[in-house]
């Protein structure tokens, strides 16, 4: 069997994939974030490797792990993780959705060469200018940071000792020279760092060490190769078979991506498209991505008392009522594409004396789609073809949503067998690549079609109408938002 384990932003997912390349297992172990100060957004090193042994340990409960050949990672991207020359963390990590570097991508913008070799505008959830903003708020902590790792690289740190990452999550960092797959000793110098500060660079697919005797010893397994890996998104569009142009993922994460495969580098910085490295030899890809997905209905599902949002979702399918005037905007966490604003808030617009909780969640799915729809136009409109679209991540359970979402997108959704278990699955693939050999193009096809959704023609000239308001509302609010 192959592990595969994705450090999220909630919780660590643990999952088994047979020889079949079916998962047979998979555990799970909660995360908290904090947010002591507006746009913060940080969470404790310590509690990632806590949860990541909590999920593995019970998987093993279940499961004889001797039988694991290999382990794959994936994990939330562009986190800040500042080691001391012991490898001991400074700080709390600063989080992909952490706002606070702002003025710090200003800066970095005035290089001239920054966006030819980053391909990428400066955004504040990336990594680079979270490293300026530590330079000059807290210059006693970057006096002393000898090493940066990304949040999934920290348990790799603990699992085998090595400092390495792969070009998928380092493409998040602002530091690397995406086309030339190899960090950019000019993006460093511009944050006051130099290579000996970041890790070893490695294809996704490829073992960059083993599990350490005591690590292995308190699992139950051998000292298996650990693989490279992939950032979240990257390791969930492998998982359901993107690996070739074309083919496209939408993951209903706590963030939302709309992930396109390319066989070449083709970055589009003014649209807040993102173009980074595959997990996989000489392949690319492109991403919009919106700041909130998910987790809007997570946090409805608080706002208005409902047990869960599973209860919530019945609710809503229960009306089964289009908004006709209330409209949300999702940005609770600020927005990546299209606008690359921080500062954006998350709004609802058309409230009145009928509006029950229903209504608020339904108005919830279909902001986020209108924003996916935001992200599809940014997304085509670099030039990047999609023929076909998977969707991925926890919110993809829900038939509903898919539906709205085909509706906004105009466009057929093929939801896939296991598609809901996303990055971990990805992760577990590459884990198998990394013992095995195979090759990628060969063993990482789509998993079984469980269900397609189509765009509903009703639903699709209504949402066209309402899309036009949605992106009227952001332009009319946007000066409100500073």
């Known amino acids: 069997m192959y592990l595969g384990i994705d450090l999220g932003t909630s919780a660590v997912k643990a999952v088994l994939a047979d020889e079949e390349d079916q998962i047979v297992g998979q555990a799970s172990a909660p995360l908290d974030v904090s947010r002591p100060r507006p746009l913060w957004s940080e969470q404790d090193p310590e509690d990632w490797w806590r949860a990541c042994d909590a999920a593995v340990r019970r998987l093993g409960g279940e499961h004889d792990l001797r039988s694991v050949r290999a382990v794959g990672l994936s994990g939330q991207m562009h ?12 700080r709390p990590a600063m989080l992909w959705n952490d706002g606070r570097s702002e003025a710090q991508c200003a800066a970095l913008e005035q290089i001239p060469e920054f966006r030819s070799l980053s391909g990428n505008p400066a955004m504040a959830g990336f990594t680079a200018p979270k490293l300026l903003w530590v330079g000059e708020h807290e210059p006693e902590i970057f006096a002393r940071t000898r090493r940066v790792l990304l949040p999934k690289d920290m348990l790799r740190l603990r699992m085998t000792g090595d400092a390495a990452t792969d070009l998928s999550d380092a493409s998040g960092t602002l530091w690397l020279d995406v086309a030339r797959r190899a960090w950019s000793p000019e993006l460093l110098a511009a944050t006051g760092l130099g290579l000996e500060a970041m890790p070893a660079l490695y294809e996704g697919s490829a073992p960059t060490g083993r599990l350490r005797a005591e690590v292995a010893g308190a699992w139950g397994m051998e000292r298996v190769p650990v693989a490279a890996g992939a950032g979240d998104q990257a390791a969930g569009a492998l998982g359901v078979g993107v690996v070739s142009p074309g083919q496209a993922s939408l993951s209903l994460g706590t963030s939302g991506v709309l992930f396109a495969s390319s066989d070449a580098f083709r970055p589009n910085p003014e649209r807040a498209v993102h173009a980074f490295c595959h997990c996989l030899p000489r392949t690319w890809h492109q991403m919009s991505v919106i700041l909130s997905a998910a987790s809007c209905l997570a946090w409805v599902s608080r706002l208005v008392g409902a047990r869960d949002e599973a209860s919530l979702l019945a609710e809503v399918e229960a009306a089964n009522r289009p908004c006709e005037d209330l409209i949300f905007l999702p940005y609770l966490s600020g927005e990546r594409t299209p606008h690359n604003d921080p500062r954006a808030l998350g709004t609802f617009v058309g409230l009145d004396h009928d509006t029950d909780r229903a209504t608020l969640a339904r108005a919830v799915l279909e902001g986020v789609a209108f924003a996916f729809a935001d992200a599809q136009e940014a997304l085509v409109g670099s030039g990047t073809p999609i023929d076909s679209v998977s969707v991925i991540g926890g919110g993809a359970r829900s038939p509903l949503w898919i539906q709205i979402l085909a509706s906004v997108l105009d466009r057929p959704l093929a939801y896939r067998e296991g598609a809901e278990v996303g990055p971990a699955q990805g992760a577990a693939r590459l884990g198998r690549l990394a013992a095995t050999g195979e090759a990628p193009e060969v063993f990482c096809q789509p998993p ?33 938002f500073r």
Not at 79 to 90: C, E, H, I, N, Q
């Open 448 to 480: 079984p079609l469980a269900f397609e959704a189509a765009p509903d023609p009703g639903l699709r000239d209504h949402y066209g109408e309402r899309l036009t308001r949605f992106r009227d509302l952001y332009a009319r609010l946007q000066g409100g």
């Open 79 to 90: 986190g800040a993780t500042l080691l001391d020359a012991a490898d001991r963390p400074l």
